[in-house]
């Protein structure tokens, strides 16, 4: 049984259960070559960005709709008819018999010959699909909202991107490229395209993220406060300019990660009123939210998010604006961010608690623009 596909099914069917799959793959992947960790988190992220392409070809191939079959049965499923209409390299044979045996192992022998049987029939040519958001790989209701809000154009690309591996950015603020490193720069400073090689010990961080700090106008000296800084990466770029930076974040083992940052930790609730007396020269309010800008890199998110759960993220995302706003010094500047592509999240917040969106921030748009999506607002100061 291949180390690969052992991993790629237990990482699978712990994600069913609400695990993260970047998560679970950098956890269980440490022990593995670096051709079995590769093919594990290929099988992983194919399988979750076309979920909606194989569970249709799974009922056609089977008459039965996954949803009603075993997780061990549909998970496997899954991995044997990507690997057949994707992945060239892998024997049609390797992708049958060990998606058979996984079942077997996972003590569901009775379904191994419905196993064998669909994945036989499994073939490369063209499908007809019976929607666009099964062709996209979407559930229905999310392109229909990103018809509506983006236009129906612009919403294909949006998914069309989102099938698509994501490119890696890393955060070079000298702007020298270590040797063994062939990367290339971007329209923000510091932000650099890897293109190949060892990334060493520089930090991973999607250009969109990139692009929010710089809207901060931050300068030495300033006073600086990250609401919802974990995981750090834009305290870590805060923190160039030279500010003296207080990061806080709901969990203390979420702040773990920015123990090496010269900053003051606080573990607090955004959603109360913040327990600081003196205000803030600059304020990142970077809020937790859908993620629905990220489903390139987090594809299990778009079969998870129910339209009833944006009501809750705003709900949030409203408090900690009206208490985030409340520590800014006069004439001082918040950042409210997201990587939500969602008006719920991010024009529909500004108007709560403003009354109307500010005019000055960033709409990046996967597809349109490069990298996650994101959305961002300056508040305060010109």
């Given at each position: 049984?291949?180390?690969?596909?052992?991993?790629?099914?237990?990482?699978?069917?712990?994600?069913?259960?609400?695990?993260?799959?970047?998560?679970?793959?950098?956890?269980?992947?440490?022990?593995?070559?670096?051709?079995?960790?590769?093919?594990?988190?290929?099988?992983?992220?194919?399988?979750?960005?076309?979920?909606?392409?194989?569970?249709?070809?799974?009922?056609?191939?089977?008459?039965?709709?996954?949803?009603?079959l075993d997780p061990e049965v549909r998970v496997a499923l899954r991995m044997g008819v990507f690997q057949r209409r994707w992945l060239d390299r892998v024997p049609a044979h390797a992708a049958v018999s060990e998606s058979v045996d996984l079942v077997k192992r996972a003590g569901k022998r009775s379904s191994a010959g419905l196993v064998n049987a669909v994945l036989r029939k499994v073939r490369k040519?063209?499908?007809?699909?019976?929607?666009?958001?099964?062709?996209?790989?979407?559930?229905?209701?999310?392109?229909?909202?990103?018809?509506?809000?983006?236009?129906?154009?612009?919403?294909?690309?949006?998914?069309?991107?989102?099938?698509?591996?994501?490119?890696?950015?890393?955060?070079?603020?000298?702007?020298?490229?270590?040797?063994?490193?062939?990367?290339?720069?971007?329209?923000?400073?510091?932000c650099f395209r890897v293109i190949e090689g060892a990334r060493g010990d520089l930090r991973v961080q999607d250009i969109s993220s990139q692009a929010i700090v710089p809207l901060l106008e931050l300068r030495p000296g300033l006073s600086f406060l990250d609401v919802c800084a974990a995981p750090g990466n834009k305290t870590a770029q805060a923190l160039e300019s030279g500010v003296r930076a207080v990061a806080c974040d709901l969990h203390l083992s979420r702040l773990e990660?920015?123990?090496?940052?010269?900053?003051?930790?606080?573990?607090?609730?955004?959603?109360?009123?913040?327990?600081?007396?003196?205000?803030?020269?600059?304020?990142?309010?970077?809020?937790?939210?859908?993620?629905?800008?990220?489903?390139?890199?987090?594809?299990?998110?778009?079969?998870?998010?129910?339209?009833?759960?944006?009501?809750?993220?705003?709900?949030?995302?409203?408090?900690l604006l009206a208490n985030a706003l409340e520590v800014l010094a006069p004439g001082g500047r918040l950042v409210y961010s997201t990587c939500s592509l969602e008006r719920e999240e991010n024009q529909a917040v500004l108007e709560t608690v403003l009354g109307g969106v500010p005019q000055r921030g960033v709409t990046r748009v996967p597809g349109v623009d490069a990298g996650d999506g994101f959305f961002a607002a300056v508040i305060g100061s010109t």
């Amino acid at each position: 049984m291949s180390p690969a596909r052992q991993t790629a099914f237990q990482v699978l069917l712990l994600v069913e259960q609400g695990g993260y799959a970047s998560d679970l793959l950098l956890s269980r992947t440490r022990g593995l070559d670096s051709r079995d960790a590769g093919l594990a988190s290929e099988i992983v992220y194919g399988c979750l960005r076309f979920q909606g392409q194989l569970d249709f070809l799974i009922e056609q191939l089977s008459g039965r709709p996954p949803q009603r079959l075993d997780p061990e049965v549909r998970v496997a499923l899954r991995m044997g008819v990507f690997q057949r209409r994707w992945l060239d390299r892998v024997p049609a044979h390797a992708a049958v018999s060990e998606s058979v045996d996984l079942v077997k192992r996972a003590g569901k022998r009775s379904s191994a010959g419905l196993v064998n049987a669909v994945l036989r029939k499994v073939r490369k040519g063209p499908v007809r699909w019976p929607d666009r958001a099964t062709e996209l790989s979407l559930p229905s209701w999310l392109l229909e909202r990103w018809s509506a809000q983006y236009g129906a154009q612009t919403a294909e690309k949006i998914a069309a991107a989102f099938l698509e591996p994501p490119a890696t950015y890393v955060r070079i603020p000298s702007g020298i490229v270590p040797e063994g490193l062939k990367a290339e720069p971007t329209e923000i400073a510091g932000c650099f395209r890897v293109i190949e090689g060892a990334r060493g010990d520089l930090r991973v961080q999607d250009i969109s993220s990139q692009a929010i700090v710089p809207l901060l106008e931050l300068r030495p000296g300033l006073s600086f406060l990250d609401v919802c800084a974990a995981p750090g990466n834009k305290t870590a770029q805060a923190l160039e300019s030279g500010v003296r930076a207080v990061a806080c974040d709901l969990h203390l083992s979420r702040l773990e990660g920015l123990k090496g940052l010269a900053c003051d930790l606080v573990v607090l609730d955004g959603t109360v009123p913040l327990p600081f007396r003196r205000r803030f020269d600059r304020i990142l309010l970077d809020a937790p939210c859908s993620g629905t800008g990220t489903l390139g890199r987090n594809p299990e998110i778009k079969w998870r998010l129910k339209p009833g759960d944006l009501a809750g993220h705003h709900a949030r995302q409203v408090k900690l604006l009206a208490n985030a706003l409340e520590v800014l010094a006069p004439g001082g500047r918040l950042v409210y961010s997201t990587c939500s592509l969602e008006r719920e999240e991010n024009q529909a917040v500004l108007e709560t608690v403003l009354g109307g969106v500010p005019q000055r921030g960033v709409t990046r748009v996967p597809g349109v623009d490069a990298g996650d999506g994101f959305f961002a607002a300056v508040i305060g100061s010109t």
